[in-house]
């Protein structure tokens, strides 16, 4: 492989991102670029607008620092968009800016056919089907190439490999 293949998983919270991520990266032994959310609000009881343009702007870095030639993100900005507009019913100038810059190869849109596990930094447990349709509907409108992950987590692993076969054979 020549130039970086980046990759990223999206999707509502407790879909399987970050389980995707870190076995995807492990089949294809490369590390993965962790939420940096949940590192920025481990000690925070709440958080602001300006909060996620200081957890986009470090995410975004720490893709950009990557070195691999397989570049796995645990998320993306479409995360930061929908979780935007969802909690502060408005989208910053930054985020919309990291959006539109967004160079990923390929998403993984995560499904929510999966148990949710409640933690102290997800608020959104009712309504991950509506918030899976806003993303399916972002990623169609903005032509992003991507993929959606359903069912087993079997079967999103072969779903997933069958896509990133075709990805590393481009």
């Not at 492989?1 to 999707?11: C, H, N, P, V, Y």
Request: proline share 4%.
């Amino acid at each position: 492989m020549d130039k970086q293949l980046k990759i990223a998983f999206t999707g509502p919270e407790s879909s399987g991102k970050t389980t995707m991520a870190e076995l995807i990266a492990n089949v294809y032994s490369t590390s993965f670029i962790p939420e940096y959310a949940r590192e920025f609000l481990k000690t925070k009881t709440t958080y602001t607008l300006a909060d996620l343009d200081e957890i986009a702007k470090q995410q975004v870095e720490l893709c950009k620092a990557s070195k691999n030639t397989l570049v796995i993100s645990d998320t993306e900005m479409a995360v930061m968009l929908i979780w935007s507009k969802e909690k502060f019913k408005e989208v910053s100038p930054t985020i919309q800016s990291y959006w539109k810059a967004q160079d990923f190869d390929h998403l993984f849109l995560c499904a929510p056919d999966i148990p949710w596990e409640a933690d102290k930094l997800r608020e959104n447990p009712l309504d991950r089907e509506r918030l899976f349709v806003l993303y399916e509907e972002l990623l169609t409108k903005n032509n992003c190439s991507f993929s959606i992950l359903r069912g087993s987590l079997n079967q999103r692993i072969i779903d997933c490999k069958k896509q990133m076969e075709l990805l590393l054979n481009k």
